[in-house]
DNA sequence: AAGACGGGGGC
DNA sequence: GCCCCAGTCTT
């Protein structure tokens, strides 16, 4: 390996003109036709660079193009209202991107008249922008030479240029950072920084890279070292902690359904549910009494009706289910309310209690 | 520097 | 079950 190294010796000894043709004939000749490579409008390309983050093309797809039709333009997600917003943003994950995307465009329209900016300055002071999606907009939309490294591009690098730096570290990237800045060309950055990211997606993937078909392999160290398996360096991280809930389905006399408002902070933020105890507070035996001090209603006939295990990336949720019917009672919280079948449809929920609702129907 | 923050898919 | 994915924000 090539630990005692700097990144920028390494870049010395590689052929930067041959391997920006080689990426870029090749990005021009096999790249996918997705939805938001239609045309370079910079809002396109930055709602389709948030839902991107830690989520596969595949996913974002469907996502994307009815995200695209429900907020055409910056100015249509700017007006929108928030809950609209995460409605569209189900399932997706990471609901932070969807609310931070939402500010950092009322934050456009506001101060740079509805234009999405094309300095790095500017870029980086929105919600929710970060140094990957900072480059993706400045080289995809405005083709300017800016790095975009993401898992992706650090896995591509890594390999072609032997580097073993832990990309777990958030200091590794600027490593990749400082070699792209490198080999970007001038004349087509947007097609460049998208190659790396096609080629980390279709050749140079993570586990049994398609070597025999890349189109840099003659550029690549770890290829003729036979080292590709083992790059890049990516230390393990913890285990999730796992955490225990009672979750309730209730009924009242009308036929509508208890849900509630998480806070507006922290995980799931601001999305709805079916009240949850935390086995930590209350057991099944004292359920009834826990829920009547919460939200001041008696139910009865508790019955449980599934078990859900639902993994995040840091924790996982064991939810044992019960339905059930309120019998008496005024409610008392104020995030809570009961609403009918029809109008559960209109709340964003969290994967996890979609599979609840499952139970209604 | 490390942890919080979702969910799906590959093997 | 473990790993990965077109990362960013908070502490």
Redesign the pocket.
Same mark, same amino acid.
């Given at each position: 390996m090539v630990k005692d190294q700097r990144a920028k010796n390494i870049i010395c000894d590689f052929d930067q003109e041959q391997f920006q043709h080689d990426l870029i004939d090749w990005f021009q000749t096999v790249q996918r036709d997705?939805p938001w490579r239609k045309d370079k409008d910079p809002y396109k390309v930055w709602v389709?660079?948030i839902m991107?983050?830690?989520?596969?093309?595949?996913?974002v797809i469907p996502y994307f193009n009815r995200f695209i039709d429900k907020f055409p333009t910056l100015d249509d997600l700017a007006a929108a209202d928030e809950q609209e917003v995460l409605k569209a943003w189900e399932?997706? %994950? @990471? @609901?932070?991107r969807a609310r931070?995307l939402q500010n950092a465009v009322k934050e456009v329209a506001a101060e740079y008249n509805s234009k999405v900016p094309d300095t790095s300055e500017e870029l980086a002071s929105? #919600? %929710?922008?970060?140094? @990957?999606?900072?480059g +993706?907009i400045l080289s995809i939309a405005y083709n300017l030479p800016e790095p975009a490294v993401?898992?992706?591009v650090m896995?591509v690098m890594s390999r072609v240029l032997l580097i073993d730096d832990d990309i777990a570290?958030?200091?590794t990237r600027r490593i990749f950072e400082d070699c792209v800045k490198e080999v970007i060309p001038e004349t087509n950055p947007s097609d460049f920084n998208?190659g790396l990211?096609?080629l980390? +997606?279709l050749v140079c993937t993570?586990?049994?890279p398609s070597c025999l078909l890349c189109p840099v392999q003659n550029h690549c160290r770890a290829f003729s070292e036979g080292m590709q398996q083992d790059l890049p360096i990516?230390t #393990? %991280?913890?285990?999730q902690k796992s955490v225990k809930y009672m979750a309730f389905l209730l009924v009242d006399t009308d036929g509508n359904y208890l849900i509630e408002q998480r806070p507006d902070k %922290?995980?799931? +933020?601001s999305l709805w549910q079916f009240p949850m105890a935390p086995l930590a507070e209350t057991d099944e035996e004292h359920a009834g009494n826990w829920f009547t001090q919460v939200y001041g209603l008696k139910i009865d006939s508790l019955v449980k009706v599934d078990t859900i295990k639902?993994?995040?990336?840091?924790?996982i949720w064991e939810i044992d289910v019960f339905a059930g019917a309120i019998v008496s009672g005024g409610l008392t919280s104020e995030r809570a309310k009961f609403v009918s079948r029809k109008e559960l449809e209109s709340y964003p929920f969290?994967?996890?209690h979609q599979k609840i609702l499952k139970h209604i129907d």
């Open positions: 997705l389709s660079e991107l983050q830690q989520t596969k093309v595949d996913t399932g997706l %994950g @990471y @609901y932070s931070n929105l #919600k %929710g922008v970060g140094p @990957y999606t900072k +993706a993401d898992g992706n896995r570290k958030s200091k998208q990211m096609e980390g +997606a993570p586990t049994k990516k #393990k %991280g913890k285990k %922290g995980l799931l +933020a639902h993994v995040f990336s840091h924790l969290p994967v996890s």
